[in-house]
């Protein structure tokens, strides 16, 4: 099969496309390295030290992979999006191509707008560049649990049965997401069940929950194909973060009482989940709805799993409640279904003590690149302005659109101007 991953140079993006390819996919790419820049605009980096894209790509022809094809470019740039569907003629593309950090969009004005413009304009351009060049192409879009938000009912896959006033009908879930961020997701999801409903496009949006873990087998393979792992508090996700906190003896940093509960999976079933639901497309027509994570944690819970499995390792762990920069409850009910990837053959790696120990230990290998000034939050929901420049950099760097020189330079050809292939 012939799959597209937009987004395919960042953290789920890139696991998907090795564990695709290795699968025997036809795999092509399209980034803009828009995250390494947003690293750069914050001051940031992952802890691990992660490759050039083309370094990445001739390590993974180096070990026998199949060739990956790369295209450079902005998927909001529509004559770069519909080059991209046109030239590889996909028969799945996965969208991870967006700015996916909710404490990013909440620092002030011109980061909510500037995410709410890359995810919906990505999106929307990536269904009209479908409907126009590839309308039989099935759209497989990462959306995030986050949409729901914390209901005081169960949480369904994507639809509910609802009767009212004595008629019955099945409606979207009702969506409280809780970030500017999480709302471009809404936004997302509305505009595809349309051009589904009006096109007669095919779409399976997966509503992900928090991601942990950097190492799948592909990535194992080799140093120079080595994976992201965040922990800075803007793109961090809570538990790598907590790890990484746990290697160098920093309290784990708990929001509030640490009640919020969500759902959360292994990068090894991110890969697995995006490859089952192309191995199975939507219909024509049809907008389906997964929700992808495996096992629910509260981040407490999460804290004492990452305190025990420190002591193992010999290191004193301890927990930090901070006042929860973030507007969520601390406390509620969670119970989201999520039965329709294992129905189709998921096999999920649940979280163990062994996961955890890796994860403690890759952070503890990659110590010395841990910046602790990077733990504590700074974006405070509340404030409609948070100062998030890193000390030493000049104001006016405030929004990723008052840059103009990409960082990878070197590999980024003309804007829209189609791609570049991966040598072997
Ligand atoms: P990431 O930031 O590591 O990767 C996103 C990639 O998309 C980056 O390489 C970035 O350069 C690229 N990109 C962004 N905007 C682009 C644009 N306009 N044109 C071209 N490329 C662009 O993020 P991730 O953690 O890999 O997340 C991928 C997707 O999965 C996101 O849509 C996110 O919302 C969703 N998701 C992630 C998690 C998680 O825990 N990481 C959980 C649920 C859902
Ligand atoms: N949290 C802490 N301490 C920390 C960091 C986070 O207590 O140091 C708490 C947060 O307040 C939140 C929970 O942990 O209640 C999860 O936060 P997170 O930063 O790990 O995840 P989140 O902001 O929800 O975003 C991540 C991804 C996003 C994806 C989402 C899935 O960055 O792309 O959409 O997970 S979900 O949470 O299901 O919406």
Redesign the pocket.
Known sequence: MKVCV????????WATALYLSRRGHQVAI?????????DHELGVQTLTPVRPMPERLRAWRRIGGENIEFMA????DYEFMSSVIRSFSPDAVV???????APYSMIDRKHAVFTQV??VV?TLNLLFALREFRPDCHLVK????GEYGTPNIDIEEGYIAIEHNGRKDVLPFPKQPGSF?HLS?VHDSHNIMFACKIWGLRATDLN????YGTMTEEVALDDALIN?F?YDEI?G?VLNRFCAQAAVGHPLTVYGRGGQTRGYLDIRDTVRCVELACLKPARAGECRVFNQFTEQFSVLELAHMVQAAGRNLNLHVEIDHLPDPRVEAEEHYYNARHSKLVEMGLKPHLLSESLLDSLLNIAIRYQDRIDRSLFMPRVNWRNARNDRQPKGMPHAAGSPYEYEAPLEASVVPAKGNGSFKQGG
């Open positions: 937009l987004g395919g140079d960042g953290y789920c993006g399209a980034d803009n390295f828009a995250r390494r820049l947003w470019g902005d998927v909001t969208h991870f191509a967006e700015q996916r950090a890359n995810n990505g990462l959306g995030t649990m961020y997701k992900q929950g928090v991601v992201r965040d793109f996700t």
